[in-house]
């Protein structure tokens, strides 16, 4: 029985489409052209059309490739012939020069000798010429006559490298300027020159001055009057940032307005270096900053105490006079001072007998005991802490000491300055602040003991008076 078998020719298409484009994408990946990007076939014979042309494309893209490499071979055997060529052609090129700098070689060498043959005993006075041309340069580095003459140091590197070259010698007018520099260094040390110079003033800039320079050994400005510094490092005058006293300065603004053929100046024979490291001692504010916080405190109680003092003395000095003004007037008792009020305190109580008239007396003069013993144990209290403070600052100070001596060791001593200074420091604040403190303390307590031992004096005297004048009645 024949049976008829009716294939799916849409699932048929769909499988050999997806077999062709998979085909296709190895295609892409190994190098070949892909199809356009409009590649869907409705048919077989779509699709059929188009693996025919793509595979005709394929056969001619292997052709042309095939003639580009056939031709690139050929071009490849031209080029190595031209590389070989240029290579034969630079070795004969290297033996003529090797051997043209053997003969060059030995014509230096031969010419040499004959330098050397015709120098003779001159070579040797090079190496002195050398020689002092390299002193001659540490000389004028640190010369502050270098301000002056600033060419002269270019004149003398540029000499002492052309003496280095063993191939190269000094002309005569090269040796006559050596000797001139020489000399001129010499002469300049003795005189006092005014010129215009450059100079790095403290504040960072860069100012044109009016300078004197005392020989090799200051370079001062007159406008204002100021002590330089000349830096050889830089080749340059730089103002010193902290000045010498008033009394320094003084005489050098009489020295510079001074037409007398001899005047007075303070100099320095190091060139300036010892006057730099003198001003750049730490003065007292220095010295109260290094003693830190402590240090600021002991100060603080210092002042305190100071004008503390400074009332109770002017206080007390004015109470003391109104009370010797009314010793002077007992009959006329005012309320303005201590003595006037014990005064009115007996004019009070003048009818009670003598027990009850000295309690009343002695309430008076009781009464006025605060006012004139204020602040004064507060004073005793400043001068007993001050010395302990300073004594809190120095172990502090030296808590930090170890504390560097623990991080950086003991190599650099400057590490362990600041805590040394700070303990030091506060220890001499504590001290100048208690020594002074105690004597204000007893002065104005040895002034307020007066007054009340005067206010007891007159309050006996009038109670021995009153009892008199009881037995008489």
């Known amino acids: 029985m024949n049976r008829s078998f009716q294939f799916p020719v849409s699932s048929f298409q769909n499988a050999m489409s997806h077999a062709l484009r998979s085909l296709l994408m190895v295609g892409l990946l190994a190098g070949t052209p892909a199809f356009a990007q409009d590649d869907s076939a409705a048919t077989l014979d779509e699709l059929l059309e188009q693996v025919r042309t793509k595979t005709l494309a394929d056969q001619g893209q292997l052709q042309q490739r095939e003639a580009e490499f056939a031709a690139a071979r050929d071009r490849q055997a031209e080029l190595l012939a031209q590389a070989r060529a240029r290579r034969d052609a630079l070795e004969k090129r290297g033996s003529e020069l090797e051997g043209r700098f053997d003969t060059n070689k030995r014509e230096i060498d031969t010419r040499q000798g004959q330098l050397d043959d015709k120098l003779g005993a001159l070579k040797e006075l090079f190496g002195i010429f050398q020689q002092t041309s390299g002193d001659l340069q540490g000389i004028f580095f640190d010369s502050p006559i270098s301000a002056q003459y600033p060419d002269r140091t270019e004149f003398l590197e540029a000499f002492a490298k052309k003496m280095s070259r063993a191939s190269e010698i000094s002309t005569i007018d090269e040796i006559e300027r050596l000797w001139f520099e020489l000399q001129r260094e010499m002469t300049e040390t003795g005189k006092i020159v005014r010129f215009s110079a450059p100079v790095l003033l403290a504040d960072g800039s860069q100012g044109t001055r009016d300078v004197i320079r005392l020989g090799a050994f200051d370079v001062v400005s007159t406008d204002p009057a100021r002590y330089l510094s000349w830096r050889g490092e830089t080749q340059s005058l730089a103002e010193l940032k902290r000045q010498p006293g008033s009394d320094t300065l003084g005489r050098l603004d009489d020295y510079a307005d001074s037409r007398d053929p001899v005047a007075r100046i303070d100099l320095d024979p190091t060139g300036g270096s010892l006057l730099e490291r003198l001003v750049e001692a730490p003065g007292l504010g220095d010295r109260i900053e290094q003693g830190g916080l402590v240090g600021y405190v002991i100060l603080a109680l210092g002042a305190v105490a100071l004008l503390v003092a400074l009332e109770r003395l002017i206080t007390l000095s004015i109470v003391g006079a109104k009370v010797s003004a009314q010793r002077r007037q007992i009959d006329r008792p005012q309320a303005g001072n201590p003595l006037g009020r014990v005064l009115m305190a007996y004019h009070d109580n003048t009818g009670v007998n003598a027990e009850t008239l000295e309690m009343k007396l002695g309430e008076a003069v009781l009464k006025e005991l605060p006012g004139l013993n204020r602040f004064l144990t507060f004073l005793k209290i400043i001068a007993v802490a001050a010395p302990l403070l300073g004594l809190l600052g120095t172990v502090t100070g030296m808590i ?74």
Do not use: W
């Open 400 to 473: 930090n000491t170890f504390q560097a001596i623990t991080l950086f060791g003991t190599g650099d001593p400057k590490t362990m300055a600041g805590g040394i200074s700070q303990a030091l420091v506060t220890t001499v604040l504590g001290l100048c602040v208690a020594i002074p403190t105690v004597f204000l303390h007893s002065i104005c307590s040895t002034r307020a003991k007066a007054v009340v031992h005067m206010l007891q004096e007159q309050s006996a005297g009038l109670i021995a008076q009153y009892m008199e004048k009881g037995q008489r009645a």
